[in-house]
């Protein structure tokens, strides 16, 4: 199955955090918070202005990046989670 975005929306699949501290202590799924870090999977076409010229995105999918806290709804698609969100709500595109 595929999920096309439609405007300035964005699928997003979280990227799982360790489930180690750096000192070797394992966090159990409970305290665990969700991360705030993803990779986009999909971005639709655009938004458009108040003349009607379509502004393309400034992300593009295989992206990694930063997204708001309580930003997105999450869904299910083939059994994994993924979250779709509006260009507004992410952060910063992190570059390697």
Same mark, same amino acid.
């Given at each position: 199955? &595929?999920?096309? =975005? $439609?405007? %300035?929306?964005?699928?997003?699949?979280?990227? @799982?955090?360790?489930?180690? #501290?750096?000192?070797?202590?394992?966090? =159990?799924? #409970?305290?665990?918070? +969700? =991360?705030? @870090?993803?990779?986009?999977?999909?971005?639709?076409?655009?938004?458009? %202005? &108040? *003349?009607? &010229?379509?502004?393309? $995105?400034?992300?593009?999918?295989? *992206?990694?990046? $930063?997204?708001? +806290?309580?930003?997105?709804?999450?869904?299910?698609? %083939?059994? &994994? @989670?993924?979250?779709?969100? +509006?260009?507004? %709500?992410?952060?910063?595109?992190? @570059?390697?």
């Amino acid at each position: 199955m &595929k999920v096309v =975005p $439609l405007h %300035d929306r964005i699928v997003v699949a979280r990227i @799982e955090s360790e489930e180690k #501290t750096a000192g070797g202590i394992i966090i =159990p799924d #409970t305290a665990k918070e +969700k =991360p705030q @870090e993803g990779r986009i999977i999909a971005v639709g076409p655009g938004k458009r %202005d &108040k *003349d009607g &010229k379509l502004i393309p $995105l400034d992300v593009k999918a295989g *992206d990694r990046v $930063l997204f708001a +806290k309580w930003a997105g709804t999450e869904f299910k698609l %083939d059994g &994994k @989670e993924h979250m779709i969100m +509006k260009e507004d %709500d992410i952060l910063g595109v992190i @570059e390697s």
